[in-house]
């Protein structure tokens, strides 16, 4: 299966490689194209991910018909919409690959079974629920506390990961800027 996994899971609780045998059944490969969309507003939360390669957005519509990106996952990242997931209800959310991406899935039921077989694995998702909280509360920090400005620079400064990898636009919707102030802010950067 995916050596990325077996590692990324190392990080933070120790398994052997004959665990990870049997963990690696309890995923499913996918290849997903540019722009196909893994999850849509109102159909069950059925799976999470995790970003072998490539980057996915999470994203809803708002009342005036604008996207408002909420999450992206690029190389060893987690996404899901957590709630709907967990109480396996219909997302609010969409998930669609920003890039072509290679990813791991697991289903609730999946899930529910590995952490069953393999008990060291909810030390491994607990870590992962609270990077992904932790970071949840440092936007909502940078969103009440800096100016528009600041928000991007911090963001590009900070993750250039993302920078690099993800659209102008999605940044913007993800930082709550419209695409020509995010341009404005490259530009004045520049000279």
């Known amino acids: 299966m995916s050596t990325q996994l077996f590692s990324h899971i190392n990080t933070y609780v120790s398994i052997n490689n004959e665990d990870f045998e049997g963990i690696s059944s309890f995923f499913?490969?996918?290849?997903?194209?540019?722009?196909?969309t893994l999850m849509e507003a109102g159909t069950s939360c059925a799976y999470n991910y995790f970003v072998l390669q490539g980057c996915l957005h999470m994203y809803y519509?708002?009342?005036?018909?604008?996207?408002?990106?909420?999450?992206?996952?690029?190389?060893?990242?987690?996404?899901?919409?957590?709630?709907?997931?967990?109480?396996?209800?219909?997302?609010?959310?969409?998930?669609q690959a920003s890039e072509d991406t290679k990813l791991l899935s697991i289903s609730f039921e999946k899930q529910e079974q590995l952490l069953k077989a393999f008990p060291q694995l909810e030390r491994y998702f607990r870590i992962m629920y609270q990077i992904g909280y932790g970071a949840s509360i440092m936007k909502m920090k940078y969103l009440f506390d800096f100016s528009k400005e600041e928000i991007y620079l911090h963001f590009t400064e900070h993750y250039p990961d993302f920078a690099q990898r993800v659209?102008?636009?999605?940044?913007?919707?993800?930082?709550?800027?419209?695409?020509?102030?995010?341009?404005e802010i490259r530009a004045k950067k520049r000279s």
């Open 28 to 36: 499913e490969f996918q290849n997903v194209s540019k722009k196909k």
């Open 61 to 95: 519509t708002n009342e005036k018909g604008m996207e408002r990106t909420v999450q992206f996952a690029i190389d060893n990242w987690w996404m899901t919409d957590c709630l709907a997931y967990l109480k396996r209800t219909r997302t609010d959310f969409n998930i």
């Open 167 to 183: 659209p102008q636009y999605l940044i913007a919707s993800f930082l709550g800027l419209t695409p020509e102030y995010v341009s």
